[in-house]
């Protein structure tokens, strides 16, 4: 599609912003690394592209929501600078502009329960957009245990604090910024790039397109263990940009208990995570059972848009981390959800499992490479399998008719350290069953990653 004439004008007006932030990064930088902790402010830069391909593969049939049988390229680029100032004592105030742009190998994002590259939810499309990304303040209260080094990096100051301690954080960040964490699997920009490695997919936590809400994390370190509950905005519509401000009917919960252990001399942590979303959302029953589906048989097709009503889904699951030797970690998700009403924020996953293993390299003599390999398993419900086989669409998934099986994926990856924060990835993503669909693939993504931060 062409550009209109405004649109050029903004995304030129955002390449522009994009080139003073930038420039502005240098003498920043310098400052921050210059001064001895505990840092008074600091800022932090990062910048990531990543490039996918997506080889023909073969589909007995595609409906509205399938991913497109042709060869196709994906890309997305993003750039973040992170800016924190301590206020008082036990105080500080961090705030992030990002830029991002990229294109998705379907044009609407649609084909997979599990989705290829994490930064794709932030995308808008192929010009360049701003945005705020994060503006929060976070309170730490010590508790006395001792002290604690804490480095600095993106969204935290260097410096020490309390291991026994209470933190408070409030106001527009994400939800995994705090909850469901990985040494080993987290980060797209630096690790898997999997939606699924990232997060549980089945973990539907708050959010708007772009991954942020508004809201709260109140967390309690004590010796071995942490204890965080959270609330936050949901948006107004499900997966939409705007967030819905009745923050007392609408709203994301999340709980998680973290035990941190050593075995065998290894450390390694467990955590259990629930959560409990109040939204107004279509059920697929009522969707099912409805009036104009059951006698309208030429046109009707069942839909929850049509039968949203105020409705409560939650979820629990598990997420452990181990190291097993120098430079080699386990790691494993698992997470069920009630599967009754439509995927509001994140995927359309009802049951999802990863296991993987990730290594340094150090073991051959490359000490600044990584490389991992994962397995990952996602479920559907019941009910959610008769809606798409009766032609029910959802906002990522929908072949107009299904030969269920469960999705499966293999994802595997190498970063070569090639500089100061700096490495080159290259990733493979082996797909069975894309949506759920038997009839569809299997498929291959082939990717590469350039990733910067300093």
């Known amino acids: 599609m062409l550009r209109t004439r405004s649109e050029g004008r903004r995304a030129r007006h955002a390449a522009s912003m994009l080139a ?49 049988t042709h060869a196709a390229d994906a890309y997305t680029f993003s750039f973040t600078a992170a800016f924190g100032k301590r206020l008082w004592d036990g105080a500080e105030a961090y705030f992030d502009p990002e830029a991002i742009q990229g294109a998705p190998l379907s044009p609407n994002l649609v084909g997979f329960g599990g989705f290829y590259n994490g930064e794709l939810t932030r995308v808008s ?32 100051l260097g410096g020490a604090v309390d291991r026994n301690r209470i933190v408070l954080t409030a106001g527009n960040f994400a939800v995994l910024d705090i909850f469901d964490n990985n040494r080993y699997a987290h980060d797209p920009r630096t690790q898997f790039m999997n939606w699924c490695n990232m997060a549980s997919c089945a973990f539907d936590y708050p959010a708007d397109t772009r991954g942020y809400t508004w809201g709260f ?51 390694g942590k467990v955590r259990l995570l629930a959560y409990r979303d109040a939204i107004r959302a279509g059920s697929y029953y009522d969707a099912m059972a409805s009036p104009a589906f059951a006698t309208d048989s030429a046109a009707g097709i069942p839909a929850t848009a049509a039968v949203r009503r105020d409705a409560v889904k939650y ?12 430079d080699v970690g386990l790691f494993s998700r698992a997470m069920w959800q009630d599967g009754r ?9 009802h049951r999802s499992f990863s296991v993987g293993v990730a290594l340094g390299g150090r073991r051959w003599m490359r000490d600044r490479d990584t490389a991992g390999v994962a397995y990952l398993r996602n479920a559907l419900s019941g009910i ?3 809606y798409l086989a009766a032609g029910g669409l959802g906002y990522f998934i929908g072949d107009g008719k299904l030969n269920y099986a469960d999705e499966q994926i293999v994802e595997a990856y190498y970063s070569i350290g090639v500089g100061a924060g700096a490495s080159v990835t290259a990733d493979y993503q082996y797909i069975r069953a894309p949506a759920y669909n038997a009839d569809r693939g299997p498929l291959a993504i082939v990717g590469a990653r350039l990733h910067w931060e300093n």
């Open 20 to 68: 003073v932030i930038a420039l502005w990064a240098l003498p920043w930088t310098a400052r921050a690394d210059d001064g001895a902790p505990p840092e008074d402010w600091n800022a932090k830069f990062q910048s990531t592209y990543i490039w996918q391909h997506q080889p023909s593969f073969n589909a007995l049939y595609s409906g509205i929501n399938s991913l497109p």
């Open 125 to 156: 499309g192929a010009h360049l957009t701003i945005y705020r990304a994060r503006l929060f303040i976070r309170q730490t209260w010590g508790q006395g245990g001792g002290r604690e080094d804490v480095p600095s990096a993106m969204n935290q």
């Open 217 to 267: 994390a109140l967390e309690d370190y004590e010796g071995g263990w942490v204890y965080r509950f959270g609330q936050f905005m949901q948006p107004r519509y499900p997966n939409g940009l705007a967030l819905d401000g009745q923050f007392f009917r609408h709203y994301g919960q999340v709980f998680e208990i973290v035990h941190a252990h050593v075995m065998g001399g290894r450390e």
């Open 315 to 326: 979820g629990l699951g598990y997420n452990v981390e181990q190291s097993i030797a120098a």
């Open 341 to 349: 009403y439509e995927t509001y924020a994140f995927t359309a996953v």
């Open 384 to 386: 959610y399998r008769q």
